[in-house]
């Protein structure tokens, strides 16, 4: 017997005229529900022990609380997966099973206890973040092209083209001004046209600063900053300031990240499903990744507090509070008595 534990694998076999059986089918509504809860709550209470809060907490805040949204799209089709995997060797009694999963070792654990031969095969790929792939887009004419980027090399990218972009056209804010200035996080000028136009009515500057793309990607763009008035910030331009205690900042994250991960049975309890830990599958992949995103958050929060000191920001525009990036920001802005407005309460759909 096939199962597919993914939409992608059934469509392929489907493709091929494949008999398979879903794994969704082995789910009822009580395990959904069940799936969820856990998602949830897992994600907002992982990192809020006590040793590890205090090993976290970075400038009064804790590091794992804002990457929340990133994490819970990251852990709810893993947890949904070992759910399958136990309904499926629950009601089916397989005597051997061939698997090609990242959770091998959590099928392993079953199998090794239940007295089931396994044969594993390992992905190549592994279950990424949210934000880790940047997928984009483009018209040429009437030609759509779509194309992915790695975080890093999308990071790298946005900065050449941005660095490139003020100083050609002369839109970077010069922040020290007697005017009060209006700061905007990560608009999209094509979409908020009219907002900029509006705002740049009132006797305020208005700064954009766009840290997960662009504000500037096509001369539509282009056009509505120029005609709005509005200029562009960026964290980077401060970053000679920190370097030498962002350095320090870093290495002493890393000592207690070890710390962290070493609490290897409390991993191993809250990442379990029916009595069997799938922790030592996502381990690698999910220490990797948090490391990465906790170093991003330290180096922001530090070149925020450095934009807040050299500039007259008395206000926050923004449209939503979820992302990492948001998080950062508003957190260092509270420290200097900068009020936020925002407009819109989401979650990805």
């Not at 907490?57 to 893993?78: A, C, K, M, R």
């Not at 890093?152 to 010069?174: Q, R």
């Not at 030592?280 to 807040?308: D, P, V, W, Y």
Request: net charge positive.
């Amino acid at each position: 017997k096939i199962i597919t534990l993914n939409y992608l694998t059934h469509k392929i076999l489907d493709r091929h005229n494949i008999n398979h059986d879903v794994g969704d089918y082995y789910l009822t509504d009580a395990d959904l529900t069940a799936i969820d809860d856990y998602s949830i709550k897992t994600t907002s209470e992982w990192y809020d022990d006590q040793t590890i809060k205090k090993l976290l907490t970075f400038d009064d805040i804790n590091l794992g609380s804002l990457i929340e949204v990133e994490i819970w799209q990251y852990l709810t089709p893993i947890y949904k997966t070992a759910l399958q995997i136990t309904k499926i060797i629950e009601k089916d009694k397989p005597k051997k099973i061939i698997s090609h999963t990242n959770l091998n070792d959590f099928v392993n654990k079953i199998c090794r206890k239940r007295g089931i031969d396994a044969i594993l095969y390992d992905p190549q790929t592994e279950p990424s973040l949210h934000y880790d792939i940047i997928n984009i887009k483009y018209n040429i004419g009437n030609i759509p092209i779509s194309f992915n980027l790695s975080r890093k090399n999308f990071l790298h990218l946005k900065n050449i083209i941005e660095k490139i972009n003020l100083s050609f056209f002369n839109l970077e804010s010069k922040l020290i001004n007697k005017k009060k200035s209006i700061l905007l996080l990560d608009f999209n000028p094509v979409l908020y046209d009219v907002l900029l136009n509006e705002l740049s009515r009132i006797d305020k500057n208005v700064i954009l600063l766009n840290q997960r793309r662009p504000a500037i990607w096509n001369l539509n763009s282009l056009n509505i900053i120029r005609n709005s008035d509005c200029k562009i910030t960026r964290l980077v331009r401060f970053k000679k300031s920190i370097s030498s205690k962002l350095e320090r900042e870093i290495s002493t994250l890393s000592t207690r990240l070890k710390q962290v991960w070493s609490k290897e049975q409390y991993f191993e309890q809250i990442f379990s499903v029916s009595g069997y830990t799938f922790w030592h599958s996502i381990k690698n992949g999910l220490t990797k990744k948090c490391e990465l995103r906790f170093k991003e958050s330290i180096e922001r929060i530090m070149l925020a507090h450095e934009l807040f000191k050299n500039s007259n920001i008395s206000v926050i525009l923004e449209w939503a509070e979820t992302g990492q990036e948001e998080k950062e920001i508003l957190h260092v802005s509270k420290k200097y008595g900068i009020s936020s407005v925002i407009l819109q309460h989401a979650m990805f759909p």
